[in-house]
């Protein structure tokens, strides 16, 4: 009689488990961006919303704020059933914990990964009127002029906002971090001298460089993209400057495990096509596909990288 229980009870668990992906999704899965319109994670959010075939629509929404974490805690605390997802960053993800000391969610408790999605540089660039043509060049300048220039960002823990104050950690130079609701706030401020550099992620900035509205002087990553290989790495001037940005999709902790398996199926099927593969090449962004367990993995190293990044800067959430 127990073994017959415990079978029937066995059988009745499978059977659960398979309901929950079958059943998955059964209304439109809400896709949470948590900077505004127009930057790397809206556009990689979007190439997913239009592509995906889960049977329903993918709807992006904005929720900016906060250097990214109002979106992230409004994910964070969302019913566990794989319908609320959120485009996370290495800022919302990695770098948050350390900088602020009241952050409303727990950067790995609070979330399940679903994988990777993609990683990019960031790109330095300055204001044309700046009179600086390399990052040797840069350094120099804010040497002789301690604390006159300014660097802007979409907030604060932002990839931006780190990868210039590593700049600052490792090159003894100092500048004053102006933070921003969103990139395309700072960017007008950048073109118009407000504001004298920034270290925005390239598929922002890469076109903008292109057009000459604003000058590229390095990009952030150990290499050089495919994306401009005519532009320099930080590294090749200050030796061991590496800032990469990465994009990738959580869900609420407690997702079950079918739902999260069917979600990152199809963002490994999204983010393979050629066409997205294309786009995401031409915009400086590298497909980066995972498993989960591979993405926690990584996020544990990242955490521990920026702590001490951030540590050793001094810088904090005022």
Known sequence: MRLTSFLLGALLGIA????????FPNKPVRLVVTFPPGGAPDILARLFSDKAQLGQPVVVENKPGAGGNLGADFVAKSPADGHTL???????????????????????KDFVPLGHVASAPNLLVVTNDLPVKN??????????NPNKLSFGSPGIGTSVHVSGELFKSLTGTTMTHVPYKGRQ?????????????????????????????????AQTTAKRSAAAPDVPTVAETVPGFEA??????????????????????EMKRVFALPEVVDKMKSLGLEAWISSPEELA????????????????SGAKAD
Do not use: C
Not at 135 to 144: G, T
Not at 245 to 262: E, H, I, L, Q, Y
Not at 297 to 312: L, N, P, R
């Open 16 to 23: 659960s488990l398979g309901a929950h992906a079958q059943g």
């Open 135 to 144: 990052v040797a060049e840069l350094i120099a300048y804010m040497k002789a």
């Open 86 to 108: 959120v485009m996370g960053t290495v800022g919302t993800h990695a770098i948050n914990g350390a900088l602020y000391a009241k952050l409303p969610y727990d950067m790995v």
């Open 185 to 217: 706030f700072a960017i007008p401020d950048l073109v118009g001298g407000q504001i004298q550099l920034m270290f925005d992620n390239m598929p922002s900035a890469l076109p903008m460089a292109r057009e000459g509205k604003i000058r590229a002087l």
């Open 244 to 265: 990469t940005t990465w994009f990738a999709m959580f869900a609420p902790a407690g997702t079950p495990k079918d739902v999260v398996a069917k979600l990152n199926a």
């Open 297 to 312: 993995q990584f996020q544990a190293g990242e955490i521990t990288k920026w702590a001490k990044v951030v540590k050793d």
